[in-house]
């Protein structure tokens, strides 16, 4: 089975910045396309950024786009989100998981533990 860790949040001031980290262990195929998600209190998971390496296609949802980059580590097999400018509703549990396609598309692992952002004023 396959175990995905998030890593990298913590509290942080509106304006500042913030690399959330993603590592996915145990036997899976090959991924190309890999997502990033987060739900704040309240709300529904949402998708924040997707990226498919083999096709260079890339996704951002509007709130997000400008400030958040989405990456990878081929060596360390890391995917990262680069988050600046960080605005209070950015607060939010965050998640990475495996996609099917960069819009439109479906997760294909169990949700794991997520790692917390606060942003305060």
């Known amino acids: 089975q396959v175990q995905l860790v998030e890593s990298g949040g913590g509290l942080v001031q509106a304006g500042g910045s913030l690399r959330l980290s993603c590592a996915a262990s145990?036997?899976?195929?090959?991924?190309?396309?890999m997502g990033w998600f987060r739900q704040a209190p309240g709300k529904e998971r949402e998708i924040v950024a997707a990226k498919n390496w083999n096709e260079g296609r890339t996704y951002y949802a509007d709130s997000v786009k400008g400030r958040f980059t989405i990456s990878r580590d081929n060596a360390k097999n890391m995917v990262y989100l680069q988050m600046n400018s960080l605005k209070p509703e950015d607060t939010a549990v965050y998640y990475c998981?495996?996609?099917?396609?960069?819009?439109?598309?479906?997760?294909?692992?169990?949700w794991g533990q997520g790692t917390r952002v606060t942003v305060s004023s």
């Open positions: 145990g036997r899976t195929f090959r991924s190309y396309v």
């Open positions: 998981n495996v996609q099917t396609a960069v819009l439109g598309g479906s997760s294909l692992y169990d």
